[in-house]
């Protein structure tokens, strides 16, 4: 079935430091891409996506591409900040059926000023 | 703006408890999901619906049931509450379609069974 390896955590970054947030998939045919992200007390909410092959996602200064070769969607930011302290989850999900997604296993950030 | 909402952010519920958590959303939604956040684990997926009255099992449905009698609200039981069903649920809804719709969240509702 489909599935989605992130990199463990937490992460801890100085503030405008680079971020990076490593993400592959396993799945069938040609799923679409997601980045969430949880801030502290809050449910997910949709940071970016991908649909097809190439395709880069960006919102809020980060930024993932759909690499189909390597089966990656890392996760990138050139300058964090504080309030960019989440868990961020990356997620796959098939068109079709019942719109099942399904996630990986959390990446928590600390940005530290 | 889609809004989901949890009937509560904290519950703390006796083993052999039946528990009810309720999510209604706002938009229409046709599909609903319920599921289950463990540190280390993720997201998983208990049950989903995808019209009114139907469901589907997700990954791990055991012990829990679903009801959906109106299109805006999906709620999840846990027949008889136990400690290993301490944790965060997250209800969330999304429309249907040819396309893959983002999912929209609820706050969560962190349950603790004694």
């Known amino acids: 079935g489909d599935s989605v390896t992130q990199m463990e955590g937490p992460v801890t970054l100085s503030e405008e430091a680079f971020l990076t947030i490593n993400c592959t998939y396993t799945?069938?045919?040609?799923?679409?891409l997601f980045w969430y992200v949880q801030y502290p007390g809050e449910g997910l909410q949709l940071l970016l996506k991908?649909?097809?092959?190439?395709d880069k996602g960006s919102n809020k200064g980060f930024e993932a591409t759909y690499r189909k070769e390597t089966t990656s969607f890392h996760l990138e930011k050139g300058s964090v900040q504080v309030s960019d302290s989440a868990v961020y989850f990356c997620?796959?999900?098939?068109?079709?059926?019942?719109?099942?997604?399904?996630f990986g296993t959390g990446t928590k950030l600390q940005v530290i000023p | 703006d889609v809004k989901v909402t949890q009937s509560s952010r904290y519950l703390v519920k006796r083993t052999g408890e039946k528990v009810f958590l309720e999510c209604v959303q706002d938009m229409d939604h046709e599909n609903m999901f319920w599921y289950r956040q463990d540190p280390g684990l993720g997201l998983r997926l208990i049950y989903f619906?995808?019209?009114?009255?139907?469901?589907e099992k997700g990954d791990i449905p055991e012990g829990y049931s679903v009801s959906r009698e109106k299109k805006e609200r999906f709620s999840l039981i846990l027949e008889s509450a136990s400690t290993n069903q301490t944790s965060m649920y997250l209800c969330?809804?999304?429309?249907?379609?040819?396309?893959?719709?983002?999912?929209?969240f609820g706050p969560g509702t962190r349950l603790t069974v004694t």
């Open positions: 997620a796959l999900g098939q068109s079709g059926g019942y719109q099942k997604v399904t």
């Open positions: 799945a069938t045919g040609y799923p679409s």
């Open positions: 619906s995808y019209d009114v009255k139907m469901k």
């Open positions: 991908a649909t097809k092959a190439d």
């Open positions: 969330a809804s999304s429309l249907t379609g040819g396309r893959l719709y983002e999912q929209y």
